[in-house]
């Protein structure tokens, strides 16, 4: 875009020096305009055309069309007189009316013969005095406007001088009245007596300047179109910072999740390797347990042997004290009886030993399998 905007104004600029410049000495008269009291500049600057009958204009205003406009009769001959003294070249001016004048010029326009004036159009085939509107011919001077003091100067290039399509419509209109001048809009004058044209020569002046201004519009287009782009490039830099703003915020939050991650899978390490560390403990625990039960079940194995025994032997010693008249005179006890009494009490001592034992251990055993639920549990809510 930048680079089609610079062609532009390159261009644009180029055709606007080209018609401010003008040719051969109406260069040197517009170059220094100070140099020459009564320069206004060019004639093709100060006329609006109608659009499409730039290049007719041109052709009907012939060298006029690349001339330079001045302030008054005055003026021309002072400048003339000058270019002839600094042998400076020749130039063509187009004279404009100072006001005292006007009103002459205007009488002599009123007085003008009709044909002459040509102000109606006219259509191929149709005579000169019986004109009927028309689109396809139209007077030239209808297709041009001008300052107030280039009016009487217009009327007299373009006066009789009409606009038609093309050559053949020229033609039609000839043969019907051989007193017309004739222009087409691609540039061909055409007259009973006299023609000019034929392909595409130098742009004229008018054509310079329809292209500069067109150059112009299509500048200044490119111009918002290059602000358009450049707003939303801002806006899209905006966008872009606030995008990798956003993207810092979520990396930053991304390295605290892995931290967090890291330091919670350390965590369940931590309580995995506990929680291993309590089932072995449980599992020699269960085995101190079961050890300490098959101890208990021997002892009451014992004990309940030495019950019997015991009561085998006061069964005996009840038979033998009633077969016997009396007890001994010591009041002594049988023989063995005392050893199975101490053998029942040493029995029921280890017996509760065993007991304790085996209470001492379910409990720690409760102890350990508490502690191993309660870090199974906080592993599950590290994991979530």
Same mark, same amino acid.
């Given at each position: ?9 390159? %261009? ?20 220094? /305009?100070?140099?020459? =009291? ?40 002072? !400048? ?5 003294? #600094?042998?400076?070249?020749? *130039? &063509? ?5 100072? /006001? ?10 009123? &007085? ?11 259509? /191929? ?33 373009? &006066? ?24 087409? %809009? ?31 519009? #299509? ?7 290059? #602000? ?24 930053? %939050? ?34 101190? !347990?079961? *050890? ?6 021997? =002892? ?19 038979? &033998? %004290? ?15 009886? #005392? ?46």
């Amino acid at each position: 875009a930048s680079d089609q905007r610079a062609a532009l104004r390159a %261009r644009a600029e180029a055709l606007t020096e080209a018609v401010t410049r003008g040719a051969d000495a109406s260069s040197a008269l517009l170059a220094e /305009p100070r140099q020459f =009291s009564g320069v206004i500049g060019p004639l093709a600057s100060l006329l609006t055309v109608a659009d499409g009958a730039q290049e007719a204009i041109a052709a009907a205003l012939g060298a006029a069309a690349g001339a330079v406009a001045v302030a008054g009769l005055d003026a021309a001959v002072a !400048i003339l007189t000058a270019l002839k003294s #600094q042998d400076a070249g020749r *130039a &063509g001016l187009v004279i404009g009316t100072e /006001p005292k004048d006007r009103g002459i010029a205007a009488a002599a326009a009123d &007085g003008a013969e009709p044909a002459a004036a040509a102000a109606v159009p006219l259509r /191929p085939g149709q005579p000169a005095g019986q004109a009927e509107a028309g689109p396809a011919v139209l007077p030239a001077r209808q297709l041009v406007q001008a300052p107030a003091e280039f009016a009487a100067s217009l009327d007299e290039l373009l &006066g009789g001088v009409l606009v038609v399509d093309d050559l053949a419509a020229g033609l039609t209109v000839l043969r019907d009245d051989p007193g017309l001048r004739l222009v087409t %809009r691609d540039g061909d004058l055409l007259g009973t007596h006299w023609a000019r044209g034929g392909s595409a020569g130098q742009p004229s002046l008018l054509g310079l300047r329809a292209a500069a201004s067109q150059a112009s519009e #299509q500048l200044a287009g490119a111009d918002r179109q290059c #602000q358009r782009a450049e707003r939303q490039l801002a806006a899209g830099l905006e966008e872009e910072d606030q995008a990798r703003q956003a993207l810092a915020e979520a990396a930053a %939050r991304l390295q605290e999740a892995d931290a967090a991650a890291a330091e919670t899978s350390g965590k369940l390490g931590t309580h995995a390797g506990t929680a291993r560390a309590a089932r072995d403990e449980a599992g020699r625990l269960s085995a101190a !347990i079961d *050890a300490a039960q098959r101890s208990r079940q021997q =002892s009451l194995d014992q004990l309940t042997d030495l019950r019997a025994r015991l009561a085998e032997h006061e069964a005996q010693d009840a038979a &033998g %004290r009633a077969e016997r008249p009396a007890e001994p005179a010591d009041g002594g006890e049988a023989p063995g009886k #005392q050893e199975l009494a101490d053998a029942a009490a040493a029995a029921r001592g280890t017996e509760m030993e065993a007991r304790l034992e085996v209470r001492t251990v379910e409990e720690r055993l409760r102890a350990i399998s508490g502690r191993a639920d309660a870090l199974a549990s906080a592993a599950v809510a590290e994991r979530q």
